[in-house]
């Protein structure tokens, strides 16, 4: 059993920035499979940066970076410029969407 846990949200200003952070339980995992996700109020779940930042959905490229530390068991989400928008459960993902799941970290974008 994998456990995701999420930290790193809070509540800023648009224009700021935040880093979220995942750490996973499980050390025979690979950071290489882990991807972020959101889920906006009123939306569906969307990816934003998938396989450990092989590829993130148009609306954060350029401001979104996911990076990660597998001797750690840990990956990042920095995120730069941020939007109202941009407001969210933020997710942390292994294993695809019948994967194992965080428990999400609430990103406010608001002045």
């Known amino acids: 059993q994998v456990q995701l846990v999420e930290s790193g949200g809070g509540l800023v200003q648009p224009g700021e920035s935040l880093r979220l952070s995942c750490v996973a339980s499980?050390?025979?995992?690979?950071?290489?499979?882990m991807s972020w996700y959101r889920q906006r109020p009123g939306k569906e779940r969307e990816l934003v940066a998938g396989?450990?930042?092989?590829n993130y959905t148009d609306s954060v490229k350029g401001r979104f970076t996911m990076s990660r530390d597998d001797a750690k068991k840990t990956v990042y989400l920095q995120m730069i410029n941020l939007e109202p928008e941009d407001t969210a459960v933020y997710y942390c993902?292994?294993?695809?969407?019948?994967?194992?799941w965080g428990q999400g970290t609430l990103v406010t974008v608001s002045s």
């Open positions: 499980e050390f025979a995992i690979s950071t290489a499979f």
């Open positions: 993902n292994y294993g695809g969407l019948r994967g194992y």
């Open positions: 396989r450990a930042g092989a």
